[in-house]
């Protein structure tokens, strides 16, 4: 089994642009700007497809749980990553995810730990990150009338070549004019805490719940791809969850699985992955899973991708 590619689950937010539609060679129509794509998810309701291989047509929990060993090797199915493409015209609903005791305690879910590769930004662009204050009476009134994001969301600016973690718990709402990669583990329970008004629910007690005030995200300023002229490799993101490494190809370069699989994610360029099992080509922002049964692959190109593995 080689490099394994995907048909995404795509959406279409609220809050969403069409400049991922754009990219991808879709054509948007009336409220379908397709500007949010699962690319890679086995988690219910936004599960992605098998493209390439055996398992070619199947959702991928049902790939995953008939290619366990192969796929996954000692990784449970839920505790596969997910990469997930977001192209954000406006503010996101300011939210909070829960870890994994709160997850399980409060909807039977598995917890969530993100971060957020900024492929595009425009000038200014910023995200929140953090709360302002600590006071939560002030936080949950402020979240009971809309108003948090506005009045105590911490604006973290941003720039292409960012890499931002986000850890479970805290407050956080990504900001118009970011096209950005998810990378996150394998919860999708999100709390929304404000709306700026659009008018959908909000988790206000629930939030609250999992909340941690003094959380903020920290953010790694990997560079423009641009003006590396030479291979180089960034551990950009290391928590509880996974790592995500940043490699700049020139040519070519050799990643070992070491016995674990891992999602590879084009954020740059155009990536040629081969191995003895097959190829693929990964465009900008396409991904692949490389199965753990495969004892690496060679990616070749002038291009940036992102590895992730589970830790």
């Not at 099992?277 to 049964?293: F, H, K, M, Q, R």
């Amino acid at each position: 089994m080689g490099p394994i590619t995907f048909a995404p689950h795509v959406i279409s937010p609220i809050w969403a642009g069409t400049r991922l539609a754009q990219i991808r060679g879709l054509e948007p129509s009336g409220d379908k700007n397709y500007g949010e794509s699962f690319d890679i998810s086995a988690h219910e309701g936004v599960t992605s497809q098998v493209a390439s291989g055996p398992g070619e047509g199947m959702a991928y929990d049902e790939f995953l749980r008939a290619y366990h060993d192969e796929v996954l090797g000692d990784t449970e199915d839920t505790e596969s990553l997910q990469a997930i493409f977001m192209d954000a015209k406006e503010f996101l609903s300011v939210q909070v995810h829960p870890g994994e005791e709160d997850a399980a305690r409060l909807v039977g879910d598995r917890g969530k730990v993100e971060c957020w590769y900024i492929c595009e930004a425009e000038p200014g662009a910023e995200l929140i990150g953090g709360c302002t204050t600590c006071d939560l009476e002030a936080l949950r009134e402020a979240s009971a009338n809309d108003t948090i994001g506005e009045r105590y969301g911490l604006r973290v600016p941003v720039h292409p070549g960012d890499f931002v973690q986000v850890p479970s718990g805290t407050m956080h709402a990504m900001g118009p004019g970011i096209l950005s990669v998810e990378i996150g583990s394998f919860g999708n329970t999100t709390f929304r805490l404000c709306d700026w008004g659009r008018g959908r629910e909000l988790h206000v007690d629930q939030g609250f719940e999992v909340l941690t005030p003094s959380n903020c995200v920290t953010v790694a300023h990997v560079g423009d791809p641009e003006r590396v002229d030479h291979p180089a490799t960034h551990r950009a993101i290391h928590n509880e969850a996974f790592t995500c490494d940043v490699i700049d190809v020139r040519d070519s370069w050799q990643v070992p699985t070491d016995g674990q699989y891992f999602l590879l994610t084009c954020v740059w360029g155009e990536a040629h992955v081969s191995s003895p099992e097959g190829d693929t080509n990964l465009a900008y922002t396409e991904s692949c899973v490389i199965p753990a049964s495969l004892e690496g692959v060679t990616i070749s190109g002038d291009c940036r991708v992102v590895v992730s593995r589970r830790c």
